[in-house]
């Protein structure tokens, strides 16, 4: 079994608190954490060694083994979280609906300003054109964008730098900086040296 077990002892405030065996039908590790507000945390390992997993734990989105993981006070995977975390991983688009309808979809649901939004990622090109038709950076820009916009407490992202180029992944870290001085937490799985360099706190997932 992988362990990783990290306790911090920072003082600012601590919403989301772990303590749980995460993994499949066999467990991948055991994790006790204490999230602040305002941290940009990364999770690095090799492949396999459970980043993803332990990500959907944290998001509700996954039952843990053993134990729970609590945003103020309440599971994770209670649907009252659900406006609260939020799990950035594969983008997921409707096929027959263009980029601008679906932002126009967004900004009708959660009232977020999404025309500034496409002019700060630059998709103000895409917006006729169907998702299938742009690049795979291109449709990771729109993914996060759409995440990134709305005031979530939490965004757990599930390598946010995929088939991202150098100026982009730049440009996500600035991002990243600007939501969690906005008093949020986020915490990435990553393979991009960029955003482990960029990190407040590097957790390894080890396979040890
Ligand atoms: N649905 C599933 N059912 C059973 N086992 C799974 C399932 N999904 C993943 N696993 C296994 O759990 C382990 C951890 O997978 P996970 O995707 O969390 O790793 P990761 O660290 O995110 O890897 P990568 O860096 O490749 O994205 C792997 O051995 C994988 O085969």
Redesign the pocket.
Known sequence: MRISVNIDNSSTSAPLIAELTYG??QP?GKFKKEFHIGKLYSFR?????????LLETLSGKRDPIHGQALFNNEDVRHLSQVSHITEISEPVFYPDMSVGEHFKLLSQHSGVDYDKIIAEWECEDFLNLPPSWLSSGQRQRLILAAHLAFPYRVYLAD?PERHLDEYWVNFLIQKFREVTQADSIVIC?S?SPKIIAASDEVIE?CDC
Do not use: S, V, W
């Open positions: 499949h039908n991948l390992g090799p492949n396999g060694c459970g980043k993803t997993t390598e799985a393979h997932l």
